[in-house]
Nanobody, 126 residues
Framework: QVQLVESGGGSVQAGGSLRLSCAASGYHSNVCMGWFRQAPGKEREGVAIFYTGGSSTDYADSVKGRFTLSQDNAKNTLYLQMNSLKPEDTAMYYC????????????????????WGQGTQVTVSS
């Protein structure tokens, strides 16, 4: 059973930085992993995803140039470095993973991802 545990959320002023972590366990083949977020009253939005067997990462246009997704294979941990944060980045952030062996979708649809962490809150004040 795949388990995803996020940490690293918090409150920061606009322009600041945060790094989210996702400790992953229970999968033994390549998967599509990444981050989604959901702000109050809004739908879940894909932030960044990548295929663990590849090298490229897809980012939402709203975070390109500000957010960086990375992985520490030795620790089975996924990171999301968030710089130049804006109030509109305020949301609950979720680590996600697909079923084993699945490639990343062309469209960042939340329905594609079977496994979700419990979420970590990010609040950016102006």
């Amino acid at each position: 059973q795949v388990q995803l545990v996020e940490s690293g959320g918090g409150s920061v002023q606009a322009g600041g930085s945060l790094r989210l972590s996702c400790a992953a366990s229970g999968y033994h083949s390549n998967v599509c992993m990444g981050w989604f977020r959901q702000a109050p009253g809004k739908e879940r939005e894909g932030v960044a995803i990548f295929y663990t067997g590849g090298s490229s990462t897809d980012y939402a246009d709203s975070v390109k140039g500000r957010f960086t997704l990375s992985q520490d294979n030795a620790k089975n941990t996924l990171y999301l470095q968030m710089n130049s944060l804006k109030p509109e980045d305020t949301a609950m952030y979720y680590c996600v993973a697909s079923v084993a062996g699945a490639f990343c979708p062309k469209i960042l649809s939340p329905q594609y991802f079977r496994y979700w962490g419990q979420g970590t809150q990010v609040t950016v004040s102006s």
